[in-house]
């Protein structure tokens, strides 16, 4: 008789990996669920009944829960340390450096997709499977993997996966990325899972509820040391209450009376100074972006693409130009509105992700 392939699944205690364990426990995979342990609240800012964060000790709790009505082994994998220097430090170093970090790409690059994907080769798992909406293939062609958008557009999560290489590629599965939200739930309650209905996590797993003035009172304050809002000429306005409070294309919360309304345009961490100005000056026809990841053989030359500026866009129109210092000049077709550098640029070419890189 055929041994079974073993796969495991990355389970944060939601809905969407859960039903993936599900999913694969009924294609007949002999699966096993991690769980990475990466934040502890208890010595954080607490977080309130109605956070809505994700990798929470209940989140552990209900993925615990999942395993043993699935009947799978179940490990839980403590990733504080390693989390803390990868992803929250690079995130209070971003904020201090007057950017806005997005720490869910940088925890699937390097702990899912490195860490976790490694244990789970080490446990004899032939893949590792997560709950993104995003699909996988392998090019008829050169055989190489190639990442692509989710079908359901409304759930899509490709542009948090840009930094994923090719060789991880071969390891990861997205078992979601051919159906929809709805769906998903469905498959959970025919599982018989307790949380079929489980709300979405929303907020920042180590900043719950969204409290950012807690969370760098605490561990870097530092980054909300008070400083003037200063409009584009130098004027003295007011006076903001730490840079990491804001970020480009912010309008409320200001607390400058202006005759005309007045947006964030940028952030000088060098002279803790708040600039402001009118919504055009938030404007632009393109941007650099470094680091760049393709997924796709690097070009060396110009091309037209898709590029998408923050996960709540959609791709927009481009030309991207390959740097010698392995970053890329994006050129677009028609003016973007707050681009703001920490986040993301990903290019498209449809629905094919081609790679991506931070916007600087």
Known sequence: MNEKKRAAVAMSGGVDSSATAALLVEQGYDVIGLTMQLWDHG?????SPNSRTCCATED?????????TLGIPF?????????????????????????TPNPCVRCNQILKFEILLDRARQLGAEFLATGHYARCTVDPVG????????ADRAKD???FLFATTREQLQHIRFPLGDISKARTRA????????????????????????????????????AITPGPIVDRDGKILGQHHGLARYTVGQRRGLGVAAPHPLYVIALDADNNRLIVGPNEALMRDELVCAQVNWIIDAPSAPFSCQARIRYAAEPQPA??????????????????????????????????????????
């Open 143 to 150: 055989h190489a993997p190639q990442l692509w958008r989710g």
């Open 75 to 99: 490990y839980v994998i403590n990733l504080q340390e390693a989390f803390r220097q990868a992803v929250v430090e690079d995130f209070i170093t971003t904020y201090a450096h007057g950017q």
């Open 157 to 159: 999560q490709s542009y």
């Open 43 to 47: 010595h954080s800012c607490a977080p």
């Open 187 to 222: 498959l959970a309650a025919r599982a018989g899972l307790h949380l079929a209905d489980k709300r979405e996590s929303q907020d920042v797993c180590f900043v719950p509820d969204g409290d950012y003035a807690a969370f760098f009172a605490q561990h870097a304050p530092h």
């Open 60 to 68: 552990v709790q209900d993925a615990r829960h999942v395993a043993e």
């Open 319 to 360: 030309t991207v130009t390959p740097l010698p210092d392995g970053g890329a000049q994006v050129a677009f077709a028609q003016s973007q509105r707050a681009v703001t550098p920490g986040q993301a640029c990903v290019f498209y070419q449809e629905d094919q992700v081609l790679g991506g890189g931070w916007i600087q």
